[in-house]
C-alpha cells in the first residue's frame, strides 16, 4: 500500500506498508521498529510474543503524546502485565493492526502531534 507525501520531510513518516516490511521516508525496513517524528529504533525480527517492558520504555524515552501499537497483520490484546505498564506512564495509547497503526501515525505527524508507534511485523 502506498501512502500520500503530504508530511513534513525533516520528519520520518511512514511512505509505504507490506506485510513484512514498512517504508519510512522510502527506505525498506524488513524488521519491527519504534518510530518517532526524529527517531528510529530498529528491534530486529521482534514479534507481539517478544513486545516487553523494556520496548514500551523505549518508546516512553521518545516523549511521546500518544503511543500507537501496531500488532502485526492481525490485531492482539496486549498481555495484562503491559496494559498495566502503558496506563502508569499516563500517556494515550492504542492497540491496532500494523497497517492502521501506520496510518493513524502519519495522520497525528501531519497534525504536528508527537506520536510515537511501536510497528510489529508478523513472523
Same mark, same amino acid.
Given at each position: 500500500?502506498?501512502?500520500?507525501?503530504d508530511?513534513?520531510k525533516?520528519?520520518?513518516s511512514?511512505?509505504?506498508?507490506e506485510?513484512?516490511?514498512?517504508?519510512?521516508?522510502?527506505?525498506i525496513i524488513?524488521?519491527? %521498529? #519504534?518510530l518517532?517524528?526524529?527517531?528510529l529504533?530498529l /528491534?530486529?525480527?521482534?514479534?507481539l510474543?517478544? $513486545?516487553?517492558?523494556t520496548? =514500551?520504555?523505549?518508546?516512553?524515552?521518545l516523549t511521546?503524546?500518544?503511543? %500507537? #501499537?501496531?500488532?502485526?497483520?492481525?490485531?492482539h490484546? /496486549?498481555?495484562k502485565d503491559l496494559?498495566?505498564? $502503558?496506563?502508569?506512564?499516563? =500517556?494515550?495509547?492504542?492497540?491496532m493492526?500494523?497497517?492502521?497503526?501506520?496510518?493513524?501515525?502519519?495522520?497525528?505527524?501531519?497534525?504536528?502531534?508527537?506520536a510515537?508507534?511501536?510497528?510489529? $511485523?508478523?513472523?
Amino acid at each position: 500500500m502506498k501512502f500520500t507525501e503530504d508530511l513534513d520531510k525533516s520528519k520520518n513518516s511512514i511512505t509505504g506498508y507490506e506485510a513484512n516490511t514498512i517504508h519510512v521516508n522510502h527506505k525498506i525496513i524488513t524488521q519491527s %521498529l #519504534i518510530l518517532a517524528p526524529d527517531a528510529l529504533v530498529l /528491534l530486529g525480527d521482534s514479534s507481539l510474543r517478544h $513486545l516487553n517492558s523494556t520496548q =514500551i520504555e523505549q518508546a516512553k524515552a521518545l516523549t511521546p503524546e500518544v503511543i %500507537l #501499537i501496531g500488532t502485526g497483520k492481525s490485531q492482539h490484546m /496486549l498481555s495484562k502485565d503491559l496494559l498495566k505498564q $502503558l496506563v502508569m506512564l499516563g =500517556i494515550g495509547y492504542e492497540v491496532m493492526t500494523t497497517k492502521a497503526a501506520c496510518r493513524t501515525y502519519n495522520i497525528l505527524l501531519s497534525e504536528d502531534r508527537r506520536a510515537v508507534a511501536i510497528l510489529l $511485523l508478523d513472523e
